[in-house]
């Protein structure tokens, strides 16, 4: 590890990445944020095998759908570092491994992907690590409590732009997302007190443009988050902290197909499955390996 990311790593409260690890009781802990919050099943048996390989094996799920390995050393970090980018789930270039975080809906199609792209390639600095944003259904939105900065929810012809604390939004069609967002975040960069602030602080302190809230957000909806869903599974290990050798004998008794998706609420879904042996460790026919040692 360099003394760059040496010094990051002592800085308490950092916001942790594949590159600028932090330091906890039980050694570094790196935060990897799988693209499109999604990971296919190859590259998380990779990731829970390097989890036990350069960490102590224990591994976390967050509320904004990453992965931590825990127990990390500063010995390990590197050849850690080179497992991730080989698997697709890091970078060795600062600016995307410091890029704003995006978390997307478990539920959203695979066709927004192109989308998730052009978000990516936005240009935008001077952003505090933390800052983020939310790509969402309008009229099944399952992310309205977790957290991010600028919120998109996605409507058949258009999308509704909302800044985080605001009660409505802007409506614009698809070839104007990057003009309202650019727009948007200069906003609250001439707003804000310091690098560190969120836009919900700065749009409680300082109200919203009218231009940002023509259109009103959608109402949150309560919808299932574990057990079988719209043909897939969705799964809890112990509230989001497991054992990597505990995931990989879950996931061995899954058939399914597609890309596992990564929740905020701490759970993978599995889509298209048609296996799910779960006999022995299920809870309820609600939740599924909650709280579950095995």
Request: charged fraction near 25%; proline fraction near 5%; charge should be positive.
């Amino acid at each position: 590890m360099t003394d760059e990311v040496r010094n990051i790593a002592t800085r308490k409260g950092w916001c942790p990445s594949v590159l600028k690890p932090m330091e906890t009781m039980d050694g570094l802990l790196v935060r990897v944020k799988p693209k499109f919050s999604s990971i296919s099943l190859q590259q998380l048996f990779g990731l829970c095998d390097l989890s036990i390989k350069y960490g102590n094996g224990l591994m976390d799920l967050t509320n904004r759908a990453n992965f931590q390995l825990r127990g990390i050393t500063n010995r390990s970090h590197r050849k850690l570092v080179d497992g991730l980018v080989d698997m697709g789930l890091g970078s060795r270039c600062p600016e995307v491994d410091n890029a704003p975080q995006i978390l997307v809906s478990p539920m959203l199609s695979e066709e927004f992907r192109d989308l998730y792209r052009r978000l990516v390639a936005l240009d935008l600095k001077d952003l505090s690590p933390k800052f983020g944003f939310v790509l969402d259904y309008f009229d099944q939105p399952r992310c309205m409590q977790y957290s991010g900065d600028i919120r998109i929810y996605l409507k058949e012809h258009d999308v509704l732009l909302a800044l985080d604390g605001a009660d409505a939004g802007v409506t614009v069609n698809y070839s104007e997302i990057e003009y309202q967002i650019k727009d948007m975040v200069d906003w609250f960069m001439s707003n804000r007190s310091d690098k560190f602030s969120r836009v919900s602080t700065v749009v409680s302190m300082a109200g919203c443009p009218p231009s940002f809230v023509s259109s009103p957000i959608p109402k949150e909806t309560k919808f299932k988050k574990l057990g079988p869903i719209e043909g897939g599974v969705s799964f809890a290990l112990n509230s989001g902290q497991f054992n990597a050798s505990q995931l990989i004998k879950v996931l061995k008794r899954a058939s399914f197909s597609g890309n596992i998706r990564v929740t905020p609420w701490r759970a993978l879904y599995l889509p298209n499955c048609e296996l799910f042996d779960v006999a022995p460790y299920q809870v309820n026919e609600q939740k599924f390996f909650d709280r579950v040692n095995f």
